[in-house]
């Protein structure tokens, strides 16, 4: 099976990375900009293009971009006994538009190019329109991975946004509680013991046994002390209320 990815971006590198270790041939790499196309290919030896008119023909294209690059992409690959997937977590398979073979090839995980990834552990979940090609995209991922998971795009779109509350959402936190301890002159490493623990922790508990602070314990003095701490800071105070208010509410 060969494969060619359009796209240059995060989840397009991992791909290439996945493939490569597990012996995929990647065939092609297509990238509008030239210079982002090229630094994936000839890191990975592989030929690559800007120009969509000089796409190979291949068994199967992954569209690694943008949400919203994907229909117009879709629309000018004219290899009709060709797989045709895109990687997102939430747009239909119906973005897909063309006379090819349609479906999804989704990898829950946060991606960043020069972060190592175990890619076995990584699950994928799997769309197509028919069970041959399910059959065939369900092969691929099973290359990569021991966890496949066959899902259709409205249930794809929850997976997505529990994944935006536990990743990007808990991330943005991180950097709340960087600010806050640099403030007084720590680094950010002080914190990590602590985020190491609490993801660890979930893997025996469920989250709602796991939660600890002042919220889920009513500790009002404490609370309010912390407030008190973030008067200059509205946005984050305004997030501590919010957090606050939703914790103490699940645990009353």
Do not use: W
């Not at 979940?125 to 021991?146: C, G, V, Y």
């Amino acid at each position: 099976m060969t494969i060619s990815i359009l796209g240059s971006g995060n989840v397009a590198h991992h791909l290439v990375r996945a493939m490569i270790q597990n012996t995929i041939q990647v065939k092609q790499i297509y990238n509008r900009s030239l210079d982002k196309a090229a630094e994936l290919g000839e890191a990975n030896h592989i030929e690559y293009t800007d120009d969509i008119k000089k796409l190979q023909r291949a068994d199967v294209f992954i569209i690694a971009t943008a949400d919203d690059a994907i229909e117009e992409l879709s629309q000018q690959i004219p290899f009709p006994d060709a797989i045709v997937a895109h990687t997102s977590g939430t747009s239909s398979i119906e973005r897909l538009k063309g006379n090819f073979k349609k479906g999804v090839i989704y990898p829950l995980q946060t991606f960043s190019k020069d972060r190592y990834v175990k890619y076995d552990e990584i699950p994928f979940f799997i769309e197509a329109e028919n069970p041959e090609i399910l059959k065939a995209l369900k092969n691929l991922a099973k290359k990569i991975t021991h966890r496949v998971y066959e899902l259709n795009s409205e249930k794809r779109k929850e997976i997505h946004l529990a994944a935006v509350f536990v990743c990007n959402f808990v991330n943005y936190l991180y950097g709340i509680g960087k600010d806050l301890v640099e403030k007084e002159g720590l680094p950010f490493s002080v914190l990590q013991a602590l985020i190491l623990e609490t993801a660890e922790k979930i893997k025996e508990l469920n989250p709602y046994e796991a939660q600890t602070g002042p919220a889920v314990r009513g500790d009002e003095k404490t609370i309010a002390q912390h407030l008190e701490l973030l008067n200059d800071m509205p946005r984050k105070k305004a997030i501590y209320e919010l957090l606050t208010k939703s914790i103490q509410e699940k645990y009353t």
